[in-house]
Structures are given as structure tokens and as C-alpha cells.
């Protein structure tokens, strides 16, 4: 947590282009995924919901939320990830795309196989999509909708709230409330499946 607080500490608008000042978060964002993704293969949801609740960042509007001010959406530019990523295929989501590449090497060699590897990273994304729309009213909407649909998998990974319900609500998220998380989690599910990437 320590960690996560010092890599948004510095953190401050400017002027200028908000694709290059939005960058300074870019090393909490990747922060915010390796500790997700490993706490989710380890099914200890502790370390990522601390880090959800406790620390803030900085913003000229009053500190914000870490899941919605690192946000991916806010922090990377989507056109950006796509050539980062080879221009000439266009990408889906290429926010997700980018980062489910860029970190597969340096957390994903921790984990037992890249089939894990993308599970949890799919449910980090519907994690944080849902925590997101709890806190800012939206989130940001993950490669995890066309690959269930293109590889014949089950539904949305939403077994991450499930699984891990209380204690994501004893670490304080949705303000404890299950119903709170219930009705987030019911938004996020619906703007999924409006987004017409998938299902």
C-alpha cells in the first residue's frame, strides 16, 4: 500500500496535452494489475482491496478514488495502445489489449499457466469495471467481452465477486453494503452488454 501511495504521491495536472500528463500514473496503473492479477491467482483479495480503499490520488477537483483515478481508460489513450500494438490490426479494445501484453511476462511467469494468467486478468478488469461505476458512475469495459464470446467461455467473469464478496465489503468497497456492490455490479453487466463488443 505504501508502495501504491508513493507512485500517485507526485502526481498533478498541467497544461499541455492530457494524453502526456495522464502518463505519470502510467507505473501506479501497472502497479494496480500485477498486484490485482497476482492477489486474484492467489485468491488473496487483501493486498489489491487495500490498495482500492486506502489510497487516494490527487486531483485538482479533491483526491480521488485509486480505481477510478488509475483508472486504464484515463491514464492510457486507446489510439496509442493500438500502434504500440501493430497498426494494422484494429483492435476491440486495445487499452486491455496493451495491457494483458505488457504484463503477461514480468506477473504472468509467477502464475501456473497462461490460461490463468488471462482469467485473472479478466476478472481484475470486471473488478475494477464494477468498482468503477460504484464510485464514478462508469468503467472501463475490458477485452474479457469478446474473448468469452470468441472462445466459448462462460458468461462475464463475474465469480470474482462472488467469490471474494465479503471480503472485498469487509475491506470497506461499496461502503460494505451488498446491496450497494449488487446494484454496481447490475449497472457495469448492463453497459457490457450494450457496448457491442461481445455477446
Request: aromatic share 10%; charged share 25%; net charge negative.
Amino acid at each position: 500500500m505504501n508502495a501504491a501511495t508513493r507512485l500517485v504521491h507526485g502526481h498533478r495536472e498541467q497544461s499541455g496535452y492530457v494524453i502526456y500528463n495522464e502518463l505519470d500514473l502510467y507505473p501506479a496503473l501497472l502497479a494496480l494489475f500485477a498486484i490485482g492479477i497476482s492477489a486474484l491467482a492467489a485468491r488473496r483479495v487483501t493486498p489489491l482491496s487495500r490498495v482500492l480503499t486506502a489510497v487516494d490520488v490527487p486531483d485538482p477537483n479533491g483526491r480521488q478514488p485509486f480505481a477510478v483515478r488509475v483508472s486504464s481508460w484515463r491514464v492510457l489513450n486507446g489510439q496509442v495502445c493500438n500502434e504500440l500494438l501493430g497498426k494494422e490490426i484494429s483492435r476491440r479494445t486495445p487499452i486491455s489489449d496493451y495491457l494483458a501484453a505488457r504484463l503477461r511476462e514480468p506477473v504472468g511467469h509467477v502464475l501456473s499457466s497462461d490460461d490463468e494468467y488471462d482469467d485473472s486478468f479478466d476478472q481484475l478488469e470486471y473488478l475494477l469495471g464494477v468498482v468503477s461505476v460504484f464510485a464514478y458512475g462508469r468503467g472501463p469495459i475490458g477485452r474479457f467481452v469478446w474473448r468469452h464470446q470468441r472462445y466459448g467461455l462462460d458468461g462475464l467473469p463475474e465469480n470474482v465477486l462472488s467469490d471474494h464478496e465479503q471480503a472485498l465489503l469487509d475491506a470497506g468497497l461499496f461502503d460494505g453494503d451488498p446491496d450497494l456492490l449488487a446494484e454496481a455490479k447490475a449497472t457495469y453487466d448492463s453497459r457490457v452488454q450494450q457496448s457491442g463488443l461481445g455477446f
